[in-house]
Structures are given as structure tokens and as C-alpha cells.
């Protein structure tokens, strides 16, 4: 019988952009595999792909059709695997699975950064932690990809079979890594930077969580002082137009690129000078793995991943989220002193061997290894009891 695995997600981009790796393993495997997620992209090594109505909000009325039509899908095809991924895609994957769990498929959900945690709202313990503390009794192997979400579920005794941690989804260090100075210019000149001008990046999208009005307004603090200061700011979102405002409030807007969704954040990184992050809340996040990989120094806000990622002195700074002050005299650090931009960045490209894509794909392939092993020795004593 073809061994057959089903990927699940909120959106499908989550794994063009996160997965495809692990989607061409199985299939070098000699596995069949399938997708699930709402969204139309067309996804290479896969054999099917499901487009059902997942919603990010837990309280949205499809969500009820999307388990429906989850569970249909998994009780057709009898998988060997299924591994869900995003806090919706989690849940109801789980819950669509209660059933084919008892008759041997396998369940596995990574938490890309449980939504509570050290420091997080009170509303976020009281919605999502039991949530994730029942939906633990549904899955056969939890993955964490932070310290601490790892000894959260530990400590909590969360009822998964196994809790795993590994290194994130894996940053490409043959892509992302560092430049010459002839190379950092051309980049520059192709997309209209000077060599001397102060280059700053962030790729994330324009909400809430990502606080990048904290960005903004540290610019416009060191305004005067670094004139050729130039903060890039790649990424759409709800907030995008409030961000464009503030900046105009703070006249710094001439200073500020809104460069909208990007295809070429590798080459964006590689022109840059530092790395900024000013989110409130963050699992293990890529653009800063990315960042580090191409050798830059990284300024960023206090929280688990940026945490986990950053230490202080050694490859960069992580600040109070809302010290604007602070996070302008530390840029200020990094523009003033070459030496402290090279030590940094070396550290951080060192760091990032244990981060990489070869060394995740091999954490990844150890765990799913014992899943298969499993699935074909109750294959093989279901044979046999056959002839009993």
C-alpha cells in the first residue's frame, strides 16, 4: 500500500516558504504527499493539494466547514503521517484526526511559538493554553522550536506521546550568507543606494505584533545625526498606511523605503548594514536567522526568539519593546564603530551553523524516521496476526 503523508496549515504559502524541503524529502522517500490549507498556490512535490477555508481567528464561523472538510479528507486517505503546522491549522488537524489516530496514523504538530508565554496577555493564557494543554492528548509528537515553548510543555506536562525541540524550519546558509564589499555595492547601485548611506532592514508584516512604529520612531531620534540613515521596511499589512503616517508626523518619511511584498530579501540583507526587529512576540523568526547568516549585526526587541537568537555584546543588542531612546543609542553603537559591525556579524554567522537548513532537515528526518519505523512494524504484526 503507498505510504501517503498530509501537511496542514492555515495558509499554503506557509509552506513554499517554510517547508519545501521536507515535502521533497517524503517524496524521495517514496512517499505520496499531500497538502491541506486554505489558498490557491500551486506547491511543487506534492500529489494533492486541498484547498479548505482555515481562518486565522479561532472564533470564525468557516473554521466549522474546514473541520468538516479536514476530516472527510483524512478518513478518505488513510495516512500514515499527518503533520500540522500554525495554531489553527494545529487545531483542527487534531481534532479532525481523533479517529484515524486510534487505527494508527501518526500526529505530529510543530508550535511555531505558542501564543502564551513569558510576558504574553492574560487573555492569551486564558484562550490558547488550554486549548493546546487538551490538544496535547491528540498528538503523538508536539515539536517546539524555542527553549522555552520546549520547557513550557515540559514543565506543564503537556500529554503529547513525545516533545521535541529542534532549531526552527532551517535557514538556507548556501543562499543567505555574507557578501564582499564590491558585491554589497552593486546590489546597492542596482536598487538605487549610495555605498556610504546606512542601510537598516526589516522584512515583516505591517500588524500589531510586529511594532514597527518603534522602528520609526528610533529613526527619527538619530535623524540629525545620521543623515544617510535609510530604514527598509519590506512587507504589506493592516498597518501599513498608520506606519506611512507616523513617518510623515515625524518627518522622516524621506528616510523610510516601504518596499511592499519582496522576492529578493536575500539580496536586500546582503546590501544592508544592520538588522532591526521590533516585534512583541516571536516563536524563532527566519528574518532574523536570515539576517544573522548574512553576517549582520541585529538590534532587536526582548521577547523568547529574538531572545534565543541575540545575545548582548556577542552578536548584537535586544531592548525593551518600547524604549525608542534606548534603540536609537544602540543603532548609534553600530554606525559609529566598524569593528563592533564585524565582531557581530561574525558571531552571528557562526551561530547560525546550528540553525541551518542541513542541520534542521536532519533533526526533521530523525523524528519522522521513528514514525515510519513505527507505521511498518504495525503494518507487519497486522500481516501476521493475519495468518493466525
Known amino acids: 500500500m503507498q505510504k501517503r503523508v498530509l501537511f496542514c496549515a492555515t495558509v499554503d504559502y506557509h509552506f513554499k516558504a517554510f517547508h519545501l524541503p521536507y515535502l521533497k524529502w517524503f517524496k524521495e522517500q517514496g512517499w505520496e504527499v499531500h497538502v491541506a490549507a486554505s489558498g490557491e498556490m500551486k506547491l511543487p512535490y506534492v500529489d494533492k493539494k486541498f484547498t479548505i477555508p482555515v481562518q486565522r481567528s479561532p472564533f470564525h464561523k468557516m473554521n466549522l466547514r474546514a473541520y468538516h472538510e479536514l476530516k472527510k479528507i483524512i478518513e478518505d486517505h488513510q495516512y500514515s503521517i499527518i503533520h500540522c503546522h500554525t495554531p489553527m491549522g494545529g487545531v483542527l488537524t487534531r481534532l479532525a484526526a481523533r479517529i484515524t489516530r486510534k487505527h494508527g496514523t501518526k500526529v505530529i504538530y510543530t508550535a511555531h511559538g505558542f501564543h502564551f508565554c513569558n510576558g504574553a496577555p492574560l487573555l492569551n493564557w486564558l484562550l490558547y493554553y488550554p486549548i493546546e494543554k487538551v490538544l496535547s492528548s491528540f498528538t ?33 546558509t548556501e543562499i543567505f550568507k555574507p557578501v564582499e564589499e564590491s558585491q554589497k555595492n552593486q546590489l546597492r547601485e542596482s536598487l538605487g543606494y549610495k555605498p556610504n548611506d546606512f542601510l537598516m532592514f526589516y522584512a515583516a508584516e505591517f500588524n500589531k505584533n510586529k511594532n514597527q512604529k518603534l522602528l520609526i520612531e528610533s529613526l527619527a531620534l538619530i535623524r540629525d545625526e545620521v543623515p544617510n540613515a535609510r530604514l527598509l521596511l519590506a512587507g504589506e499589512g493592516p498597518l501599513l498606511n498608520n506606519c506611512i503616517e507616523i513617518a510623515r508626523s515625524l518627518k522622516v518619511d524621506d528616510m523610510i523605503h516601504f518596499l511592499g511584498f519582496r522576492n529578493d530579501i536575500e539580496n536586500l540583507l546582503k546590501m544592508s548594514d544592520l538588522a532591526v526587529a521590533s516585534s512583541l512576540r516571536e516563536g524563532l523568526p527566519v528574518n532574523i536567522m536570515e539576517a544573522m547568516s548574512c553576517g549582520l549585526p541585529v538590534i532587536a526587541t526582548i521577547n523568547r526568539g529574538h531572545s534565543e537568537l541575540v545575545e548582548n555584546d556577542k552578536n548584537g543588542y535586544v531592548l525593551c519593546t518600547d524604549d525608542s531612546k534606548n534603540f536609537s543609542l544602540k543603532i548609534l553603537d553600530v554606525y559609529k564603530s566598524k569593528e563592533l559591525c564585524k565582531k557581530f556579524g561574525l558571531a552571528g554567522t557562526n551561530k547560525m551553523k546550528t540553525y541551518s537548513l542541513s542541520k534542521v532537515i536532519t533533526e526533521l528526518k530523525e523524528i519522522y524516521s521513528i514514525y515510519m519505523v513505527e507505521d511498518a512494524n504495525e503494518t507487519k504484526s497486522k500481516h501476521n496476526r493475519s495468518y493466525i
Open 140 to 172: 503523538d509528537c508536539l515539536i517546539t522550536i524555542n527553549q522555552e515553548d520546549y520547557l513550557l510543555a515540559k514543565s506543564h506536562r503537556f500529554k503529547a506521546k513525545s516533545i521535541k525541540q529542534v532549531h526552527g524550519v532551517g535557514v538556507n
